[in-house]
């Protein structure tokens, strides 16, 4: 497809598990990014890959949380142990390396429940 | 996460009438910017401004960037039902490091609803 794919679309789980979200960007689109928005909120900047590498991954909330992008294309934000409060929408998002500012393109998200 | 102070939270209109929304900030901001947020789908930009006291207009859409870089305001003109949904502001500070970084900073959303 011509946008932003994210997969699973919705991931239910278990107190303590171990769960992986994917992000195909837009093709071509060499800086990606993970947001995360809780219900009733605006999305909370996770962290930003320029090409393979994390620019920023300030946004991360602690160790549990980790992304990759191996070949500068496809994403995987991987949450271990996972807790009742890293319930959420997680939103990815891409954009050419020098976009106008806000051309961001988000995907759907993939809403992550854990019991 | 910081956030900004996005005003209201949620209105509730009828078809036709005119819409206005704000976003305050305590930080300064390069870049405003506007996003409308669908049920089940990601944002879409609507807006963006660049500079402190322009005024951007798109459709029936209206914003600007406050003079003191601290705020925002959007204006709908003569709603339509397709208008409803959550709106959202989302500022930028500068990354000078990092070309091309969008760190964005979002408001809490106005929900807006249409009594057709």
Redesign the interface.
């Known amino acids: 497809g011509a946008g932003?794919s994210q997969t699973p679309s919705n991931k239910v789980t278990e107190k303590g598990k171990y769960v992986e979200l994917r992000c195909d960007p837009i093709s071509g689109h060499t800086?990606l990014?993970w947001y995360r928005q809780s219900l009733?909120?605006?999305?909370?900047?996770l962290i930003?890959f320029?090409g393979t590498g994390a620019?920023?991954d300030s946004?991360l909330p602690n160790d549990r949380f980790f992304a990759v992008r191996p070949e500068g294309s496809v994403s995987t934000l991987k949450i271990q142990r996972t807790e009742r409060g890293d319930s959420a929408v997680y939103?990815c998002?891409s954009?050419?390396?020098?976009?106008?500012?806000?051309?961001?393109f988000?995907?759907?998200?993939s809403r992550l429940t854990v019991l | 996460g910081q956030q900004l102070n996005q005003s209201p939270q949620s209105m509730f209109i009828q078809e036709g009438e005119d819409v206005s929304m704000n976003c305050t900030s305590s930080s300064i901001f390069n870049t405003w910017l506007w996003y409308k947020q669908d049920p089940g789908e990601g944002p879409v930009l609507l807006i963006a401004l660049y500079k402190a006291g322009e005024l951007t207009s798109n459709g029936r859409l209206t914003a600007q960037f406050g003079i003191t870089r601290k705020d925002s305001f959007l204006n709908i003109s003569a709603s339509i039902p397709s208008d409803v949904g959550i709106y959202f502001c989302a500022g930028q500070r500068p990354a000078p490091l990092i070309q091309g970084a969008q760190k964005l900073v979002f408001g809490q959303g106005t929900r807006l609803t249409i009594n057709p």
């Open positions: 932003v800086a990014y009733g909120q605006g999305p909370e900047f930003y320029q620019a920023d946004g939103l998002a954009s050419l390396i020098v976009p106008q500012a806000g051309e961001l988000f995907g759907e998200g």
